[in-house]
């Protein structure tokens, strides 16, 4: 009997740290293209209900970190670098029948965006008003009364514009809530950390990754450039000859292919790649952003010692109802490494595996990220993460119940954390 519960012990355990990682992440990315997008995908707005607190427990306070909503590709080469190659391809006849109608459709579709290359469009300021209705609704009694919201982004206009939107969308829920908005070049140091100024940089020790698989190994592995490239080029190696070689363009590519939907209307690039060559394609440079971020999200500490720091003055202060941040993907996705948002901080002993812990498609466009804090009447704090309006687990941490954890045990193991990532310049 003994020997039974210990293995349905050791069962139970399997079962509860296994839970965050996505082995049929593979699935669904070919089964959905929002998910194939990764980061250029739009918000899915498919979280399911959140689970009710623990007995006595009350919402008190949100501490928030957002990604700027849907855009026009962040990058101008996504478009110019395409016509370029296209075009040429098309002036010596280098082009398949499925390159030329690519060619032809592009033609007409890429000068506006690339004019408002970078720029917030419409679907990324109804995202932002979407959310932040959801977190009002979610929890009425966080924003009940005349309280005060504090809001932080970085100077980027797209950024600017959602932080804009998201807190509009609160006044109109509630018009006594009160708000104090800051884009300046010093605020990045918290919501940019790795972008802010070089007076006010910091840099953190890093982990050892010598073992860690290159980018440029990964992709020998997994691309097939032929494959790729030749069903838009006679040549295969066509591209070679442009910036960045093939690569750039298959960054490129997938950009596009990615993010058209968030602006345009007309189906006119989804025929390009097949459905298990997006997903490689997905794979490869899902791999490349996790292993960014393998170091990139010890450079984020600024951001988590900003959200510690506010929302225990937040504490003492009746009057807070939340703090708002505002900025991009490649801070989203260190910080939720950082943290161990779902177990995505793992590192796993094959790069194939990284895909079960680590999903671009859970940074998409107007991703959000919220600390829900929760109060009894005894004042014992707990909170919960939620990720994109889900709930999120911490793996690192022992959870009271559910999603809900502990603020204390979370701030021991920050402190931990941050101590063994000391600054080091």
Request: aromatic share 14%.
């Amino acid at each position: 009997m003994k020997k039974t519960f210990v293995l349905l012990a050791a069962l139970v355990l399997f079962i509860g740290s296994s839970n965050a990682q996505q082995y049929d992440a593979l699935d669904q990315v070919k089964a959905d293209w929002r998910k194939a997008a990764g980061m250029e995908g739009p918000h899915r707005f498919d979280a399911p209900a959140p689970t009710p607190a623990p007995k006595g427990y009350k919402p008190f306070y949100i501490s928030h970190y957002g990604r700027h909503g849907s855009r026009y590709a962040w990058n101008s080469k996504t478009y110019s670098l395409m016509h370029e190659v296209l075009s040429a391809a098309h002036e010596t006849g280098g082009l398949t029948p499925l390159g030329e109608q690519f060619y032809q459709d592009f033609e007409t579709f890429y000068e506006i965006p690339l004019i408002n290359t970078g720029d917030l469009v419409p679907l990324g300021w109804e995202q932002h008003q979407k959310i932040a209705a959801w977190v009002y609704d979610a929890f009425p009694k966080v924003f009940k009364g005349a309280r005060h919201v504090d809001a932080i982004v970085s100077t980027s206009a797209r950024s600017i514009v959602s932080m804009s939107s998201f807190c509009l969308s609160l006044k109109e829920k509630n018009p006594k809530l009160t708000f104090y908005q800051s884009s300046t070049h010093t605020g990045l140091g918290v919501v940019t950390p790795t972008s802010a100024p070089s007076p006010i940089r910091k840099k953190y020790k890093e982990d050892d990754i010598s073992r860690v698989e290159s980018v440029s190994h990964f992709n020998e592995r997994f691309i097939d450039y032929d494959g790729l490239l030749g069903r838009i080029f006679t040549d295969p190696k066509f591209p070679s000859k442009f910036e960045g070689g093939r690569t750039n363009f298959l960054d490129q590519l997938y950009s596009l292919i990615g993010g058209y939907h968030n602006y345009e209307s007309r189906p006119i690039f989804d025929n390009i790649l097949t459905t298990d060559q997006y997903a490689s394609l997905w794979e490869a440079l899902n791999y490349y952003s996790w292993h960014i971020d393998l170091t990139a999200r010890y450079q984020n500490i600024p951001l988590l010692e900003d959200i510690i720091t506010k929302a225990e003055a937040a504490f003492n202060d009746p009057n807070r109802a939340a703090d708002l941040r505002f900025g991009h993907d490649y801070v989203f996705e260190a910080f939720m490494c950082l943290i161990n948002v779902n177990g995505s901080g793992t590192v796993p002993e094959k790069a194939s595996e990284v895909k079960y812990w680590f999903q671009s498609y859970n940074v998409p466009m107007a991703a959000t990220m919220f600390f829900v804090f929760y109060r009894n009447n005894k004042g014992d704090i707990l909170f919960k993460v939620m990720q994109n309006e889900a709930e999120a687990t911490l793996p690192q941490l022992q959870p009271v119940t559910g999603p809900y954890y502990r603020w204390s045990d979370f701030t021991q193991w920050a402190s931990k954390m941050m101590a063994e990532h000391p600054v080091i310049e």
